[in-house]
């Protein structure tokens, strides 16, 4: 959807700010979150691209001002509630009421967490499906305006670019976030002149790579 | 250089969790449009006729930045080269070079 986290190319957020010698977390609740959520996918209760969806629907001006982890707790929180691990009474009073009921099971057990962390699941598709454009073809990303969880950003729809390179096949967001259908299709990234993205005023020789699914564009005749 | 425009995603398997003005509004709205200014924040003055390609992780596939070798350091093992190399230069928000 058309949502605030779809920042590439806004303005007026002012300068990129690093922090000295920062922490990897800032405070113990951090990694707390952190660590839950991410073990929710080897646990099988979502996949990242639900995960995605959620945390795109927090509201726009709690969305900007969250510190990053705050955005983590919102949707572990709606995650939580969304696959019937936890009742909103037991997510409010922090008391496990229905003892384990609903979709609660043991999440990944301590001697499974080191491998499931270095061997992540690939998530390329080991399938032979024809692929729709060409390394060198040229491209139009489609004008879509999708309400549903897409990962076409605004500020390609409508432009014109090159296929550089397929990556084979994944599982398209917009129906994965959803609960399907499985959409298996083609990634490539795409090569975008700055020129052709932000107008003439743009440097000549710069440009913009981008990761887009088959269902993204069209072909440019 | 490298960017999540529409989240944060980020090599972890390979550089670890990202700093977080990767992750932040600034840098994820200004570097697909303006990464020259980005980079001058940095203290990185990029030359004209250098081109500039940022690379948005939108989809499944991570990205990171080989970092371009300093001239002087022809006679420098991998060791001492590898000393060089930072993880901004890495993102591409930094040049290696020799100190």
Redesign the interface.
């Known amino acids: 959807m058309n949502g605030i986290?779809?920042?590439?190319?806004?303005?007026n957020?002012?300068?990129?700010?690093?922090?000295e010698n920062?922490p990897?977390f800032h405070a113990d609740w951090e990694r707390q979150i952190f660590s839950i959520t991410i073990a929710m996918l080897p646990a099988g209760y979502c996949n990242?691209d639900e995960i995605?969806r959620i945390?795109e629907t927090i509201p726009p001006a709690r969305y900007?001002q969250a510190k990053?982890y705050e955005k983590w707790l919102y949707t572990l929180e709606k995650l939580v509630l969304e696959k019937d691990i936890l009742t909103e009474e037991e997510l409010a009073s922090g008391k496990n009421i229905r003892q384990e009921g609903g979709n609660a099971r043991p999440a990944v057990p301590r001697e499974m967490i080191e491998y499931a962390m270095s061997n992540?699941l690939p998530?390329?598709l080991d399938v032979d499906l024809p692929a729709k454009f060409q390394v060198g073809d040229r491209v139009l990303a489609k004008n879509m305006h999708p309400l549903h969880h897409t990962?076409?950003?605004r500020?390609v729809r409508g432009k014109r670019g090159t296929i550089e390179q397929d990556?084979g096949v994944?599982l398209l967001?917009d129906t994965n976030a959803h609960g399907g259908p499985d959409s298996p299709q083609h990634?490539y990234?795409v090569?975008f002149s700055s020129r052709e993205?932000?107008g003439e005023d743009a440097?000549?020789?710069?440009?913009?790579?981008?990761?887009?699914?088959d269902d993204y564009m069209e072909a440019l005749r | 250089m490298v960017?999540c425009?529409?989240?944060?995603c980020y090599p972890w398997?390979i550089l670890?969790?990202p700093?977080?003005?990767y992750?932040?509004?600034?840098?994820?709205?200004?570097v697909?449009?303006d990464?020259?200014g980005?980079l001058k924040?940095?203290g990185v003055e990029m030359p004209?006729?250098?081109?500039?390609?940022?690379?948005?992780?939108?989809?499944?596939?991570r990205y990171l930045v080989l970092p371009m070798r300093p001239s002087g350091s022809e006679n420098m093992n991998e060791e001492e080269l590898a000393a060089l190399v930072s993880r901004d230069a890495m993102i591409g928000t930094a040049v290696v070079s020799l100190p």
């Open positions: 986290h779809d920042m590439g190319g806004m303005d957020f002012g300068a990129v700010l690093a922090e920062e990897v990242i995605r945390t900007l990053y992540p998530v390329n990962r076409i950003p500020y990556h994944f967001p990634v990234t090569r993205l932000w440097p000549r020789n710069d440009s913009v790579c981008i990761d887009l699914f | 960017v425009t529409l989240c944060s398997a670890g969790l700093p977080n003005w992750k932040s509004s600034p840098y994820r709205a200004r697909v449009r990464p020259r980005v924040e940095f004209e006729d250098v081109e500039v390609c940022v690379w948005d992780s939108n989809a499944e596939l």
